[in-house]
């Protein structure tokens, strides 16, 4: 596969406080790459830096093989970007703002293009619309098609779906899927990991490192552990009593418990036990695949 995004060892710095501590990672041509964590995790910071948007404090950042730093302009002109904030012209309206961008990416005779866009994340209907007009998931699409108008080779996108309705959403995914049939290749950070599940490959980060970087199914199965989901009345007592376990990674989500752990039997036989003692009843239990949320908890807790 051709290398077309390639970090090394890349730090970035804001006085005393490190965001980025010397990450490495390569993405190919028409894939799917994610860098997954939460808040604060260095991922704004990382994509933006890819954008030449800011500059590393140290490390190799190399776009199309050239470097970000010495080729900023001829990169930038073959890239998109879609940032967290919305920052398009609200008083403009869909067709204005998409002309704008044109504009400024000296695209000529772009109607065609134009047209294709708004045909493809089905914003054709409400093209004399303002875009203060639009919805959350509406004006992320107008977002997109205005970051799609010069044709870029490499989509960057930060969070997109942060704060979309869950059918903005997955009509978003739709066009993602079609962009990749056409070859562009997509660079996307993100908090939720079941979007995850949907890229190529994930860099799962935090505190501004990469815990690890894989394709999801390598990911999931890399800490070749098992996961016992138990679902009980009184979730929260039942999680307190299962912090007191050695050798075992408890996780809470909702009203279920998952139990990250080696020799499923023989560590359910000690917690129903301990959970009698506690008076505390499991209404179900069952062995499950290690989903990425269980795999990047248990990662987090075992470097941190």
Known sequence: MNEIIRTENFYKSYGSISAVTGISF??????????????????TTTIRALCGLINPTSGKIEIFSKSISE???????????????????????????IEFFADIHNVENFIESRNELLEFTRLKPFRDRLADKLSGGMKQKLALACSLIHRPKILFLDEPTTGVDPVSRRDFWKILSGLLKEGITIFMTTPYLDEAERCH?????????????????????????????????????????????DGIDSQLFGDRINVVCENSSEIFRKI???FDIANIKIESSRIISPSLENVFINKMKEVY
């Open 201 to 245: 490959r994930v860099a799962l980060m935090n505190k501004g490192k990469i815990l690890a970087m894989d394709t999801p199914v390598n990911i999931k199965q890399s800490i070749n552990k098992e996961v016992i989901e138990i679902v009980c009345e009184d979730s929260r007592k039942a999680f307190k009593v299962l912090l007191q376990f």
């Open 272 to 274: 129903k036990s301990e």
């Open 26 to 43: 390569n993405v190919y041509k028409g894939e799917m790459f994610g860098l997954v964590g939460p808040d604060g995790a260095g991922k």
């Open 71 to 97: 080729s900023r302009k001829e990169i930038q002109n073959s890239i998109g970007y879609l940032s967290q904030k919305f920052s398009l012209y609200g008083d403009l309206t869909i067709d204005e703002n």
